[in-house]
């Protein structure tokens, strides 16, 4: 490892752990100077930097370390009276956009811990290819879903990527609310230029939830211009949003038919399946165990939001420590405030045997290309059972309902949880099929 991106790396380690006054102050001002075998030299701009790293910073910057390259270090530092710009030129552009709050890449973000499953898999998809041909295979990604569904994790997933590969690329990441205040403060300082100047050296250019831009038309203007630059040098640019950019009010149609110009991708709520993974995947990241049987309940008490399940499984594991309970999932429902539910031990077909034989109707209807009203609600019925009862995943389900795309029983599924928070007639019949499947 080069020792510009070893510096990076260190940045990346221990940014989390300083307050942003100290990380610019005393850090962004440091550059590493050397690494020979165990000894690190580290060059300050000042007598005053150096000793408040020696005395108050020393052991982070030794753990870090020791951490990057795995064996004990000892650390030196030494003063230049020179600043930033003035040192060699290739390392003055690499530094420059490290420093910068809007560039710095959260490390535990990565491709290969997102879990991916048939709600996201074409998202996932698209950010490998980009990793592969930056500003060539997709441009602009646009990834659009709910909150929570793992779209900020995949752009900085990809952008951790891109800087493994290459660690001289200039990445920006910010959210559109810090796009949108460097617009204005570069206004009122008369500084537009020093702006433009930043976002359009970009070789890669991540933006989280644009949909913030509606109604703000100076913004818009300003980031029309930076993504015609930053397009017409093949610089990457991924977009996230809370739905298309058809459907966000008071967006110029201009920035609507570029951001529709690449590939736009639809992220889905994860399945059940593709919970239980993840909650298997943040008790790993947790050092943590839970019996499968105990993730299926966390799994099953959220369906939407990937930060809420993450949330509820740290509630559970640190509920069960505190009161020294076992993890089975009798304990794991007790503080869901669910009753274990007696799963139905059976398979699809004797599934779609009882929903035909409860609303009267055949085989060939239920799963036949048929789409009478009377016909729908049985099919999202047997859609939810399957997925949530059986656990059968989407592309299954699909099969069994006479080869149905995934994203229609993913739709299906979803539209049944609505419909059961909602309609007492829809729960009635729900509670009647699975009381007759059990019988």
């Known amino acids: 490892m080069d020792n ?17 006054a100290n990380f610019r102050t005393f850090f962004s001002k440091t550059l590493l100077e050397s690494v020979k075998e165990d000894k690190i030299v580290l060059t300050t701009s000042s007598a005053f930097i150096k000793e408040t790293l020696n005395q108050r910073h020393l052991p982070l910057i030794e753990a870090a370390f020791e951490k990057l390259l795995g064996k004990k270090v000892v650390i030196s530092f030494t003063i230049k009276e020179t600043t930033v710009e003035n040192q060699d030129q290739e390392e003055t552009d690499f530094f420059k956009p490290i420093q910068s709050p809007t560039t710095i890449l959260n490390p535990k973000y990565t491709l290969e811990n997102f879990v991916v499953g048939p709600s996201n898999n074409v998202a996932y998809a ?23 569904v793992g779209k900020t994790h995949l752009m900085l997933g990809l952008g951790n990527a891109l800087l493994s590969k290459n660690g ?28 433009r100047k930043r976002y359009r050296m970009a070789d890669i250019l991540l933006i989280d939830d644009i949909q ?20 017409s040098k093949n610089s990457q640019m991924v977009l996230t949003s809370d739905r298309p950019p058809q459907e966000i009010a008071k967006l110029e149609d201009r920035l609507k038919s570029r951001f529709a110009g690449g590939l736009m991708v639809d992220i889905q709520p994860p399945d059940f399946d593709t919970r239980v993974a993840i909650l298997q995947a943040k008790c790993i990241e947790h050092g943590s165990v839970l019996p499968e049987d105990s993730l299926k309940l966390i799994a099953s008490s959220l369906d939407s939001n990937i930060r809420e399940l993450e949330g ?26 669910q ?27 239920l799963t036949g290309p048929k789409r009478q009203k009377e016909l729908v609600l049985p ?37 049944m949880k609505q419909l059961i928070n909602k309609d007492r007639e829809v729960q009635r019949l729900l509670i009647g099929v699975r009381q007759r499947i059990m019988s």
């Open 379 to 415: 099919r999202h019925i047997a859609m939810y059972i399957l997925s949530e009862e059986l656990r059968l995943t989407v592309e299954k389900i699909g099969q069994v309902l006479g080869g149905r795309d995934h994203t229609t029983v993913m739709h299906g599924r979803d539209k």
């Open 339 to 365: 009753a274990p539910k007696k799963p139905i031990t059976t398979d699809h077909k004797q599934v779609l045997s009882t929903i035909c034989s409860f609303f009267d109707i055949s085989l060939k209807d």
């Open 312 to 337: 509820k499984l740290i509630q559970v594991l640190q509920t069960l420590k505190t009161q020294n309970l076992s993890t089975d999932p009798e304990n794991v429902a007790k503080f869901l405030g």
């Open 126 to 148: 698209a950010a490998q290819a980009v990793v592969q041909n930056p500003g060539i295979s997709y441009n602009p990604l646009f990834l659009y879903g709910g909150t929570g």
């Open 212 to 231: 913030f831009f509606s109604g703000r038309e100076g913004t818009q203007e300003e980031f029309f211009h930076t993504f015609n630059e930053l397009q």
């Open 168 to 195: 001289r690329l200039k990445i920006i990441y910010c959210s559109s609310e810090k796009f949108m205040n460097d617009y204005v403060t570069a206004i009122q300082e008369h500084k537009m230029g020093d702006l």
């Open 4 to 20: 510009l991106r070893l510096w990076h790396k260190f940045l990346e380690t221990v940014k989390p752990s300083l307050s942003s």
